[in-house]
């Protein structure tokens, strides 16, 4: 049991780190592909890819599920795959990353409190501790480099969709708990993946998906793949995965490593220096995450 926490923790932690490169990537891919498209692209290829992986290996079986259960597939597929990353390529039209980065950290907040109100968690002590802990670090890493603020209702309309980004992550970490019971890891992140994709498919298409194709840069299209290769198909399924073995909140703690490891990619790959207040603003989160995920007997494995 303890290997499988292991596992899992292992799992998330990568996942975090594929994911704060994925925002760099949607940050510079944003501006030249509309959101919805982005997204389509990214997750199309990542749930083609899902699909095509199962069927390569022989695993046929992990692709078949029950009709009845399609509603709540459909709905973790439109909470993740279709309304999250619209609202989070447009948020990040509107404001810095480093803005967004820090109101996406209060994902592990409302998934605690959503998981409370389902009564599928209950967080100790030393857990709503390290919750804190790790929302203070990245609040202290990403100060020191200034959270600036125009003002105006575009800077508010960026926040209020980050913060909608935000509740969809909470809220797909407990649906989910549901499927798991039923399916494996990779059937639901193949199936969330595809039917997010479809259902946003339509306002893409509206919006001119088609017409961008022919003027995607190789640069943009390398971005494109790494996104719905690594930070969509592998990512998703390592977060999917750590939600069959852990809680809720000891999964989304993770996200709070995702704006730093977007910092320490920017210092290895374009120079930039590293503080102490950032060393002690990443302590300081990697602090809340082993509070929160520390095994303790009671907790349910």
């Excluded at 279709?82 to 509107?94: D, K």
């Excluded at 989910?176 to 019971?181: G, K, N």
Aim: proline share 4%.
């Amino acid at each position: 049991m303890i290997s499988q926490r292991l596992a899992a923790n292992v799992g998330a932690f990568v996942a975090a780190a594929l994911f704060g490169s994925s925002v760099v990537a949607v940050r510079v891919a944003v501006q030249e592909v509309p959101p919805l498209s982005l997204a389509v692209l990214r997750f199309g290829q990542g749930g083609l890819l899902l699909v095509f992986l199962l069927l390569l290996v022989g695993a046929r079986d992990l692709l078949r599920v029950r009709w009845h259960d399609l509603p709540l597939l459909i709905l973790l597929g439109a909470v993740l795959f279709a309304v999250f990353p619209v609202t989070f390529n447009a948020s990040l039209r509107l404001i810095e990353a480093s803005r967004g980065a820090l109101i996406l950290a209060t994902i592990p907040l409302w998934s605690a409190l959503l998981a409370r109100i389902a009564r599928s968690e209950r967080l100790s002590p030393r857990q709503v501790v390290g919750v804190f802990l790790s929302l203070g670090g990245i609040g202290l890493a990403l100060a020191e480099r200034g959270l600036g603020w125009q003002g105006g209702l575009g800077s508010l309309a960026g926040d209020g969709l980050m913060l909608l980004t935000a509740l969809c992550g909470a809220a797909y970490a407990v649906l989910a708990q549901r499927a798991f019971a039923r399916y494996n890891a990779v059937t639901v992140t193949t199936y969330a993946m595809v039917l997010g994709t479809l259902l946003l498919l339509p306002a893409a298409l509206a919006e001119g998906l088609v017409g961008v194709l022919p003027h995607l840069d190789r640069q943009t299209v390398a971005l494109l793949v790494f996104l719905g290769v690594f930070g969509g198909a592998l990512g998703f399924f390592l977060w999917t995965f750590a939600l069959t073995r852990l809680t809720p909140t000891q999964v989304a703690v993770y996200i709070n490593l995702n704006p730093l490891v977007a910092m320490v990619l920017a210092a290895t790959l374009l120079t930039e220096r590293l503080t102490i207040i950032f060393a002690a603003g990443f302590g300081t989160v990697v602090l809340g995450v082993l509070l929160v995920n520390w095994p303790k007997h009671s907790y349910r494995d």
